[in-house]
Structure formats: C-alpha cells, structure tokens
C-alpha cells in the first residue's frame, strides 16, 4: 500500500539548544552539552527518517524497505534513549534529563506506531500525536534550558 500524502516534517534540525558555559557552573554546561548531543542525534535520525518516508511516498522504496529502514532508526533511537537513561545529570538539572527521556521517548513511540501502521493499516493517527507530542517536548526542553541559561 502506498502512503500518499504523508508528509511528517521534524522541526528538530531548528531546535538550538543552549550550550556552552551557563554561569560557573561548569558540570551543568557540560552536562547541557550531553543533552546537545543526543538531540543533535535525534536530529540526524529525524531527516533520515523524513527522507524515507518522502521516497516511499514517492515510490522509490517499497512499505518493506521503508519498514527495515524504519526499524533499524528505531534501533538508532533506543540506543540513545539507554545512554541518556544511563546519565547522571549534576544537581538541578533532573528536570532537563526527564524532559530529554520523555521526547525521546515520543520519538520511540512514534517509530513503533508507524511500523504498526505499515503492518497493519491503522495506527497512523497515534503515530502522528507521537511526534507532536516530540515536538511540543522538545519546545518545553528548549524552555528550560532557557531557564538554566
């Protein structure tokens, strides 16, 4: 079945995180640095996905590539989900690592649907409150890391 007309635009590559020095506090710069990283990360996936899905609308790979493909950036996230999971971030800067986890998380999520969606024929719709739901978590990180700065 060929997808016509889904085209999910990530807004990650435009999220500019605060990097750098915050004050003295050195820990919590490297730290936002980390957290940088992995969205940075999460921005490189979010284009290789979005060129997928566009030559799959397009027709120049089949539902299965398109799948695999999927799949195998799914891999890349969870990946990133169990480094940032596995950090430890310095005192006051929790709240920056839950937010990081939970759009991550939607990322996750979102990936799963869309599989779902290309075995089954539903599920798109949860697919997509995924990826809001990414973006409006990614909008409230940005927020606070403002908030540190």
């Given at each position: 079945m060929k997808?016509?007309?889904?085209?999910?635009?990530?807004l990650v590559s435009s999220l500019v995180l605060v990097s750098g020095c915050i004050g003295n506090n050195q820990?919590?710069?490297?730290?936002?640095?980390?957290?940088?990283?992995?969205?940075?990360?999460m921005g490189e996936i979010g284009m290789e996905v979005n060129s997928n899905l566009q030559a799959q609308v397009d027709?120049?790979?089949?539902?299965?590539?398109?799948?695999?493909?999927?799949?195998n950036s799914q891999?890349?996230?969870?990946a990133i989900l169990s480094d940032l999971e596995a950090s430890t971030p310095p005192a006051g800067y929790e709240e920056i690592k839950a937010k990081a986890?939970?759009?991550?998380?939607?990322?996750?999520?979102f990936l799963t649907n869309y599989i779902e969606f290309l075995e089954t024929g539903s599920g798109l719709e949860t697919a997509i409150n995924n990826l809001e739901a990414f973006t409006t978590k990614?909008?409230?990180?940005r927020q606070l890391i403002t908030e540190k700065a």
């Amino acid at each position: 079945m060929k997808i016509k007309g889904v085209f999910i635009i990530l807004l990650v590559s435009s999220l500019v995180l605060v990097s750098g020095c915050i004050g003295n506090n050195q820990e919590g710069a490297e730290y936002l640095n980390e957290i940088n990283d992995y969205i940075s990360k999460m921005g490189e996936i979010g284009m290789e996905v979005n060129s997928n899905l566009q030559a799959q609308v397009d027709g120049n790979i089949t539902e299965d590539e398109l799948k695999t493909r999927l799949e195998n950036s799914q891999k890349d996230v969870q990946a990133i989900l169990s480094d940032l999971e596995a950090s430890t971030p310095p005192a006051g800067y929790e709240e920056i690592k839950a937010k990081a986890t939970e759009a991550i998380q939607e990322y996750n999520n979102f990936l799963t649907n869309y599989i779902e969606f290309l075995e089954t024929g539903s599920g798109l719709e949860t697919a997509i409150n995924n990826l809001e739901a990414f973006t409006t978590k990614i909008e409230e990180l940005r927020q606070l890391i403002t908030e540190k700065a």
